[in-house]
């Protein structure tokens, strides 16, 4: 989700079980996953996406695995609770160093235990737009900085061409940097929507012009476009 930064895991990543039982025989708390490839494919998901946000990621590790012998109290008393935290800490360690080594840098990596999951793991990007807002229910993208772009007029004592060209390129760049990194975690088209009112920005009337202002709404489209397509889209 590109505006919340939750990455759902829709494949499991298990880990080998482990127990602690009443007669005090205790497994080693060293994390080893179940299948290796399929965790690794999940890493690899999850290094992309971190490749098109540059958010940092919260590993988000339930307090009680699932997998393991799990109850409401701990009947071997504090024994059993220090092992099963040592468990949870090491197997969210164990994410960490594995993000790490396929290149996500180790200070974007965070490690949080936490009572609020119904699976054992979860993964929360924090993704911070300074230029837009996005909203998952519409898939639409409001720009909050707004995209200048030079005046052009049309009168009768001057007539310029209706070219486009921003005021401001460099703070334009963040905006559409903003912009492709939304567009390109969904991986799916996108529609361009300049709004314009007449008699808004440009200082020209509108009436008797009309092919010369659609010229313009082009030519800003088309700008458009391309810097999103410079950025990867």
């Known amino acids: 989700d590109a505006e919340t930064g939750k990455a759902a895991l829709l494949t499991a990543l298990a880990f080998d079980r ?15 996953f179940v299948k290796p490839l399929v965790a690794a494919e999940i890493f690899g998901e999850l290094a992309d996406i971190y490749k098109l946000l540059k958010a940092p990621l919260t590993i988000l590790c339930s307090r009680l695995p699932s997998g393991d012998r799990r109850a409401v109290a701990f009947a071997c008393g504090k024994g059993e609770e220090n092992w099963v935290q040592s468990l949870v800490a090491a197997r969210g360690a164990r994410i960490k160093a594995e993000l790490s080594k396929i290149g996500i840098p180790s200070d974007h990596l965070n490690v949080e235990v936490t009572d609020d999951l119904q699976d054992d793991h979860a993964f929360q ?18 720009v909050r900085t707004a995209l200048r772009f030079k005046k052009r007029n049309f009168m009768a004592s001057r007539k310029d061409a209706p070219t486009a060209e921003l005021e401001r390129p460099e703070a334009a760049a963040e905006v559409f940097a903003e ?3 939304i567009i390109r975690v969904y991986s799916r088209p996108a529609t361009v929507v300049l709004r314009w009112k007449s008699g ?17 709404l082009n030519h800003r489209l088309e700008l458009v476009q391309r810097e999103l397509t410079r950025q990867g889209v």
């Not at 808004?200 to 313009?216: E, P, S, T």
């Open 200 to 216: 808004q920005d440009d200082g020209f009337a509108i009436k008797g012009q009309g092919v010369w202002v659609q010229r313009l």
């Open 18 to 32: 482990r127990a602690y039982s009443a007669d005090r025989r205790r497994d080693d708390a060293a994390p080893e």
């Open 179 to 181: 912009i492709a990194g």
């Open 125 to 142: 990007f924090h993704p911070s737009y300074r230029h837009v807002s996005f909203a998952t229910s519409t898939g639409e993208i409001a």
